[in-house]
């Protein structure tokens, strides 16, 4: 199986701040990799596919990049509606597989 | 509108039976793959099985696998999770989901999930 490391796990920053979360795949998985946002009480939402894809409606401060085993998700300018948990996914094969999560707080 | 909705969730004891359904709308059912991704209290997120658009794909996850069966029906815009042998650690919110597009791309939307609780 292919495990996904995320890291921090939790990270505290302020409004206006830029914020880079990273995962890691135990394996190549080229570009399959997702990225989600959950708030409290809420589905997920997809806010990134194939690496870098911005899906429809999710503002340009998200960006996501990588390839192979090392990824990343930038909030370019943390914004008040983006304090949620953040999840990556390697859609490379089965089983999916997601990472522990990233809890992003207000400072 | 694309909407998915999970039904069927609940209380249930060790051991018993339970079977999750997912209403889908607003797209060609037939010619997506769909998700069931659980989530436990407090946890992240819990792939647990698959079922390709002409159910001839199906996979599962290894804490599922032998208890759990995916099925679908395609008249019906629908897709189902039975339930056998639950256990606490099963406690969870179970979300349907499916593909963003044919060809893949991430999993969009999400149904609003369906709390299922095993406990005696």
């Known amino acids: 199986d292919i495990q996904m490391t995320q890291s921090p796990s939790s990270v505290s920053a302020s409004v206006g701040d830029r914020v880079i979360i990273t995962c890691r795949a135990s394996?190549?998985?080229?570009?399959?990799l997702d990225w989600y946002q959950q708030k409290p009480g809420e589905a997920p939402k997809l806010l990134i596919y194939?690496?870098?894809t911005l899906q429809s409606g999710v503002p340009s401060r998200f960006s996501g990049d990588g390839s192979g085993t090392d990824f990343t998700l930038t909030i370019s300018s943390l914004q008040p509606e983006d304090f949620a948990t953040y999840y990556c996914?390697?859609?490379?094969?089965?089983?999916?597989?997601f990472g522990g999560g990233t809890k992003v707080e207000i400072k | 509108e694309i909407q998915l909705a999970e039904s069927g969730g609940g209380l249930v004891q060790p051991g018993g039976s339970l079977r999750l359904s997912c209403a889908a709308s607003?797209?060609?059912?037939?010619?997506?793959?769909m998700y069931w991704v659980r989530q436990a209290p407090g946890k992240g997120l819990e792939w647990i099985s698959s079922?390709?658009?002409?159910?001839?794909?199906?996979y599962y996850a290894d804490s599922v696998r032998g208890r759990f069966t995916i099925s679908r029906d395609n008249t019906k815009q629908s897709v189902y999770l039975q339930m056998h042998s639950l256990r606490a650690d099963d406690t969870a919110v179970y979300y349907c989901?499916?593909?963003?597009?044919?060809?893949?791309?991430?999993?969009?939307?999400w149904g609003q999930g369906t709390l299922v609780t095993v406990s005696s």
């Open positions: 989901t499916r593909d963003l597009t044919v060809r893949g791309g991430g999993f969009d939307p």
């Open positions: 607003g797209f060609t059912f037939s010619s997506y793959s």
């Open positions: 079922i390709s658009g002409d159910d001839y794909y199906i």
């Open positions: 394996q190549g998985i080229s570009s399959t």
């Open positions: 194939g690496a870098s």
């Open positions: 996914q390697q859609a490379h094969g089965f089983p999916l597989t």
